[in-house]
């Protein structure tokens, strides 16, 4: 489906980071891999069928570890943070869709229910952090995304919840739960590729939806004639 993403009257974009900007899983799946084979468990594609799809991964070790849940954290955390240069990409074109943004004074900015030490790590890996004007974690708001809460933090010294609308704020991620954030807070939500985690979709009116960023970058040119 081709849709118009005229930008005149667009202020913000605000991106996910793991599986959206980054290419995260790959590292995220070998530590993970670690520190279950460490506690006996089975594989992370097994184990992670015990996940609760509205907590973050990090809020889910409880129901994989248990009351070893805060040790094995810590465990992944410095493993992911020894491995992650190694492992960690960027999608293709994903600069050309920033740069574009930047190029038409978009304000861009970050919302991740990942833990700040890890996303500050990593994100100069792959991106110049000035890039973006905020860049807001997990458990800084008041509540993560799915929230609304989540995207108004990341906002709230931009643009005031009731001025949010589609044409103003977009909210580009790769899962439900940042298309349901956008629509909850009144933005325009925007899909690249799958979910990180293949949660099962939900029939969400008024996404629009891109195999990639290749796909996105694209639509931008063609909605946006020089």
């Not at 040790?71 to 955390?77: C, D, H, P, T, V």
């Not at 991740?112 to 000035?130: G, M, T, V």
């Not at 629009?208 to 639509?219: G, L, N, P, Q, T």
Request: net charge negative; glycine share 2%.
């Amino acid at each position: 489906m081709q849709y118009d993403l005229n930008i005149k009257d667009l202020k913000i974009v605000v991106f996910d980071w793991d599986n959206t900007l980054a290419e995260s899983r790959t590292a995220l799946v070998y530590a993970v891999n670690q520190v279950l084979q460490e506690y006996g468990l089975q594989d992370w594609e097994i184990e992670k069928q015990k996940r609760n799809n509205a907590l973050s991964f990090k809020d889910n070790f409880v129901n994989i570890f248990g009351k070893n849940a805060q040790k094995a954290y810590e465990k992944y955390r410095n493993i992911y943070l020894q491995n992650v240069s190694k492992l960690i990409t960027a999608f293709p074109k994903t600069h050309s869709v920033l740069q574009f943004f930047k190029d038409h004074n978009i304000s861009l900015m970050i919302m991740s229910n990942k833990e700040r030490i890890l996303l500050e790590y990593e994100l100069p890996l792959l991106f110049n952090p000035k890039l973006f004007d905020n860049v807001v974690c997990g458990h800084e708001a008041i509540k993560d995304k799915p929230f609304a809460e989540h995207l108004f933090w990341t906002l709230k010294d931009v643009i005031l919840p009731n001025d949010i609308s589609p044409e103003s704020v977009w909210v580009v991620g790769d899962s439900p739960q940042d298309s349901r954030c956008a629509q909850n807070a009144g933005a325009q939500a925007i899909r690249i590729g799958s979910s990180i985690w293949q949660d099962e979709d939900e029939n969400i009116d008024d996404v629009w939806f891109f195999d990639s960023f290749v796909d996105f970058y694209d639509s931008l040119l063609l909605s946006n004639p020089k």
